[in-house]
């Protein structure tokens, strides 16, 4: 099993500040790296997979990158309504599995 | 409108059972795998099982150890989910998932609200 370690835990920012975010795979996933979104009370919601394409209708603010084993999600402008848990997921192995998650909180 | 309705969570006795449907609309759900994922009270997402658009290509964690069973019904557009044996650690809500592919090896595109699986005594 291919094991996600998510970094930091937790991250205080303030509005309109640059965020990045870190996932790093215990083996290569190549480019089979995604993240997901969740907000208190709702589902996930998937923000970028392949580690660099948007989901349909997510703001040009969101970027990934990486390769192989490291990947950034990185928030250029922090709006309200960011504040929330990222989690990266890999669907390299034929069972996926998701990190643990960032909580993104503001300052 | 594209949607997951989850449905059949519960209470339950440890060692019990219970089985999870998922009712699909607004797409074509006999084009798509599809999966089941969990959350525990505050904790992280862990991925139960997919199955593949044909139903013929099915996959566990490992921690269940046989005790779930994916299933799916493409003239109902309905997924299910059989669980036996539970024990307090499968306590979660539990979303149905909808995968970008038709294998269930692309990304998860939709999910449902969730039903939340209670195993108490």
């Known amino acids: 099993e291919i094991v996600l370690t998510q970094s930091p835990a937790t991250l205080s920012l303030s509005p309109g500040e640059r965020a990045t975010l870190s996932c790093r795979a215990s083996?290569?996933?190549?480019?089979?790296l995604g993240w997901y979104q969740q907000k208190p009370g709702q589902p996930p919601r998937l923000l970028i997979y392949?580690?660099?394409n948007r989901a349909t209708g997510i703001p040009a603010r969101f970027s990934g990158g990486g390769s192989g084993t490291d990947f950034t999600l990185t928030i250029s402008s922090l709006e309200p309504e960011d504040f929330a848990v990222y989690y990266c997921?890999?669907?390299?192995?034929?069972?996926?599995?998701f990190g643990q998650g960032t909580r993104l909180e503001i300052k | 409108e594209v949607q997951l309705v989850e449905s059949g969570g519960g209470l339950v006795q440890p060692g019990g059972s219970l089985r999870l449907s998922c009712s699909a609309s607004?797409?074509?759900?006999?084009?798509?795998?599809m999966h089941w994922v969990r959350q525990p009270p505050g904790k992280g997402l862990e991925h139960v099982s997919v199955?593949?658009?044909?139903?013929?290509?099915?996959y566990y964690a490992d921690s269940l150890k046989g005790r779930f069973i994916i299933s799916r019904d493409n003239f109902k557009n309905t997924l299910y989910l059989q669980m036996s044996s539970l024990t307090t650690e499968d306590t979660a809500v539990y979303y149905c998932?909808?995968?970008?592919?038709?294998?269930?090896?692309?990304?998860?595109?939709?999910w449902g609200q969730g039903t939340l699986v209670t195993v108490s005594s």
């Open positions: 997921h890999q669907r390299s192995d034929w069972f996926p599995t």
């Open positions: 083996q290569n996933v190549v480019s089979y």
């Open positions: 998932v909808k995968d970008a592919y038709y294998s269930g090896r692309g990304w998860y595109d939709l």
């Open positions: 607004g797409f074509t759900f006999s084009n798509y795998g």
């Open positions: 199955i593949g658009s044909n139903g013929e290509n099915t």
């Open positions: 392949d580690v660099f």
